[in-house]
């Protein structure tokens, strides 16, 4: 993509409404904007690293044995009334009557959608286990939303639902969940640590939060140090096998939110490895049984004949809060540094001297070269003064910048930045090439 052809709305004043780095560094690079209190645009810079969050999420739900599928923003109450869970949602469902006079909501979750989706068609215990998703637009009605995308009304949620025959069928399937999102968040350059949890309005009383350590989060949390630095399982763990090891690993270590925290079993953990911080919930799983099964009647029949409630379980992932935690966790007082898996553009392009002939050439060479690999390059071939090209590539993060111009040229060079370490070199830029190149490789 070319700076000239592309929309980047970066700003240089800091948007006084914005708190958090994550949430001005989004405003000034250009990602969102802000459509009314907790609703917002994705720009195509925001656009693109939301994108790049929902692919790897889809992949790893994938890997994990869940089955895509899309479900409506706008739900009949009556379902919710079935479950019980109309009135008990409050003020934070946002309520709709159609011109029927018929109400309607916009959905804040799926748990009663999916379970008479499954009832409708599954009666068998022989088509269990099942696992569905889908990545849609919710809406929760926010008495404060904040921090721009990571609290705000209207997000975008990654969220999967489990049906099995037993409870311990059903702790499978959250095993599975368990593991594919230590994958998927290590995927994104994130140490996300699962906690034990309250489970609010979704119900149940098995459930952990995927919390990243950040100073800015919502959350208090107290953990075993060593869960921080424990490395993921690995894309080639077996998700037929048993998966129930690699969930103790984590679970026998004490970590809690502060509404379940239990300060006695915390003093436990020897003081050097105690560690309480803040953190942002980056994703959420529960296990609730037949809470919904049961009142909306979504029986199987089992090998016996008789018939029982099917058990189940849900599983979120915050897409869009996401795109606000990485930055919350890889930033400087420049600007953003997007891991390589996430960023919007894999290389920036630099052109110190828009005009010359030969810098313009060899800006063109790199870029169809780059293009050519799959870096998905953003070339900067605005008339703007050098000075103004490099503040804006620091802002926007991309992970490397290919800096060309007359001086460098007359010595055969270029120069190649590393966004995170800020580390310059210059070489031949066929040698620029193969090192970006040889750099464009996903991360885990
Ligand atoms: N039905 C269950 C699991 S599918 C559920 O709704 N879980 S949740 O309430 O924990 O939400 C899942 C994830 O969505 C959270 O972990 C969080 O990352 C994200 N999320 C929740 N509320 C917001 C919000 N207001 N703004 C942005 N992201 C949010």
Same mark, same amino acid.
């Given at each position: 993509m070319?700076?000239s052809?592309?929309?980047l709305?970066?700003l240089?004043?800091t948007?006084s /409404?914005a708190?958090?780095?994550?949430?001005?560094?989004?405003l000034? !690079?250009?990602?969102?904007?802000?459509?009314?209190?907790?609703?917002?645009?994705w720009?195509?810079l925001?656009f693109k690293v939301?994108?790049n969050i /929902?692919?790897?999420?889809?992949e790893?739900q994938?890997?994990?044995g869940?089955?895509?599928?899309?479900?409506? $923003?706008?739900?009949?109450?009556?379902?919710?009334? @079935?479950?019980?869970?109309?009135?008990?949602y409050g003020?934070?469902m946002?309520?709709?009557t159609?011109?029927h006079?018929?109400?309607m909501?916009?959905?804040?979750t799926?748990? @009663?959608?999916?379970?008479a989706i499954?009832?409708?068609?599954c009666?068998?215990y022989?088509?269990?286990?099942k696992?569905?998703?889908?990545?849609q637009?919710?809406?929760r009605?926010?008495v404060?939303?904040r921090?721009?995308?990571?609290?705000?009304?209207?997000?975008?949620?990654?969220?999967a639902?489990?049906?099995?025959?037993?409870? !311990?069928?059903a702790?499978?399937?959250?095993?599975?969940?368990?593991?594919a999102?230590?994958? $998927?968040?290590?995927?994104?350059?994130?140490?996300a640590v699962?906690?034990r949890?309250e489970t609010?309005p979704?119900g149940?009383?098995?459930?952990?939060?995927?919390?990243?350590?950040?100073?800015?989060?919502e959350?208090?949390?107290f953990?075993?140090?060593?869960l921080v630095?424990?490395?993921?399982?690995g894309?080639?763990?077996?998700f037929?096998?048993?998966?129930?090891p690699?969930?103790?690993?984590?679970?026998a270590?004490y970590?809690a939110t502060?509404?379940?925290?239990?300060?006695?079993?915390?003093?436990k953990?020897? /003081?050097?490895?105690?560690?309480?911080?803040?953190?942002?919930?980056?994703?959420?799983?529960?296990?609730?049984?037949?809470?919904?099964?049961?009142?909306?009647?979504?029986? #199987?029949t089992?090998?016996?004949?008789?018939?029982q409630?099917?058990?189940?379980?849900s599983?979120?992932v915050g897409?869009?809060?996401?795109?606000?935690?990485i930055?919350?966790?890889?930033?400087d007082? &420049?600007?953003?540094i997007?891991?390589?898996?996430i960023a919007?553009f894999?290389?920036?392009?630099i &052109?110190?001297?828009?005009?010359d002939?030969?810098?313009?050439?060899a800006?063109?060479?790199?870029?169809?070269?780059?293009?050519e690999?799959?870096l998905?390059p953003?070339?900067?071939?605005?008339?703007?003064?050098a000075?103004?090209?490099?503040?804006?590539m620091?802002?926007?993060?991309?992970?490397?910048?290919l800096?060309?111009?007359?001086?460098?040229?007359?010595?055969?060079t #270029?120069?190649?930045?590393e966004r995170?370490?800020?580390?310059?070199?210059?070489?031949?830029?066929?040698?620029?090439l193969?090192?970006?190149?040889?750099? &464009?490789v996903?991360?885990?």
């Amino acid at each position: 993509m070319r700076v000239s052809k592309y929309f980047l709305p970066t700003l240089k004043e800091t948007p006084s /409404e914005a708190q958090i780095a994550s949430h001005r560094l989004m405003l000034r !690079a250009g990602m969102v904007r802000q459509e009314a209190a907790g609703i917002y645009s994705w720009l195509p810079l925001g656009f693109k690293v939301l994108q790049n969050i /929902e692919q790897i999420v889809r992949e790893e739900q994938n890997r994990a044995g869940a089955v895509e599928m899309l479900m409506p $923003t706008i739900q009949p109450a009556e379902l919710w009334k @079935e479950s019980g869970r109309y009135d008990a949602y409050g003020k934070e469902m946002l309520r709709i009557t159609d011109r029927h006079k018929r109400e309607m909501l916009y959905g804040p979750t799926n748990e @009663e959608m999916l379970t008479a989706i499954f009832r409708s068609y599954c009666r068998s215990y022989k088509e269990l286990p099942k696992m569905l998703y889908h990545i849609q637009w919710k809406f929760r009605d926010e008495v404060r939303p904040r921090f721009g995308v990571m609290r705000g009304r209207e997000f975008l949620m990654k969220d999967a639902y489990s049906f099995d025959v037993d409870e !311990a069928a059903a702790r499978r399937s959250y095993n599975r969940m368990f593991i594919a999102y230590l994958n $998927t968040f290590a995927r994104m350059g994130l140490k996300a640590v699962p906690m034990r949890a309250e489970t609010g309005p979704i119900g149940g009383d098995l459930s952990h939060e995927f919390i990243i350590l950040a100073d800015t989060g919502e959350s208090a949390v107290f953990c075993h140090k060593d869960l921080v630095d424990m490395p993921a399982p690995g894309l080639d763990v077996d998700f037929d096998g048993d998966l129930q090891p690699l969930v103790d690993e984590r679970t026998a270590l004490y970590a809690a939110t502060e509404d379940v925290h239990d300060e006695a079993a915390f003093m436990k953990v020897s /003081e050097d490895k105690r560690l309480s911080a803040r953190g942002i919930e980056v994703g959420q799983v529960f296990y609730f049984g037949t809470k919904y099964s049961e009142p909306m009647r979504a029986n #199987v029949t089992l090998a016996d004949g008789s018939e029982q409630p099917v058990h189940m379980g849900s599983y979120g992932v915050g897409v869009s809060r996401i795109a606000g935690a990485i930055i919350e966790a890889s930033h400087d007082e &420049n600007g953003i540094i997007w891991p390589m898996a996430i960023a919007p553009f894999k290389v920036g392009i630099i &052109n110190l001297r828009q005009g010359d002939d030969a810098t313009d050439a060899a800006c063109e060479e790199a870029y169809a070269a780059l293009v050519e690999a799959g870096l998905d390059p953003l070339y900067d071939d605005s008339e703007n003064r050098a000075g103004a090209k490099f503040s804006r590539m620091d802002l926007i993060g991309l992970p490397w910048q290919l800096i060309i111009g007359p001086r460098g040229l007359k010595d055969g060079t #270029v120069e190649i930045k590393e966004r995170a370490s800020g580390e310059r070199q210059s070489l031949p830029l066929d040698d620029a090439l193969n090192l970006l190149r040889s750099k &464009n490789v996903s991360a885990i």
